[in-house]
């Protein structure tokens, strides 16, 4: 099934997850997966959550941020791919001057 992002409407998440300002987002959902492309503007923080259910893949688009696992920090750039394993703890956080632009999945078991 082919996803075409320029046709999604782009939503504003405030405080995502309990973050600092907020991400935008044009999301797939069903019973086995959430794909998003996503923005996470400058200065903004996607909130620490655990993956109870699933894992989490980010795959690194445009710009810069720090992903950090169980409370270890790595930094993200374009070509980067970050992984959230099931039963973990992680947040992002954009570093650069610009939107962190990225693909997540989100694995719902």
């Keep these: 099934m082919k996803l ?4 999604m409407d782009e939503n504003w998440l405030a405080n995502f997850k309990g973050g600092e300002k907020g991400l935008l987002a044009k999301m797939f959902s069903d019973e086995q997966n959430k794909i998003i492309r996503a923005r996470l503007i400058a200065g903004a923080t996607v909130g620490g959550h655990t993956h109870e259910t699933g894992s989490e893949i980010i795959f690194a688009l445009s710009g ?18 970050h992984y959230c394993p ?5 947040t992002l956080r954009n570093d650069g001057p610009e939107d962190f632009e990225f693909l997540a999945v989100v694995v719902q078991q």
């Design 86 to 90: 099931k039963g973990h703890s992680h």
């Design 64 to 81: 810069e941020a720090t992903a950090t696992t169980d409370g270890v920090e790595e930094h993200l750039n374009v070509g980067d791919c």
């Design 4 to 7: 075409d992002f320029t046709t």
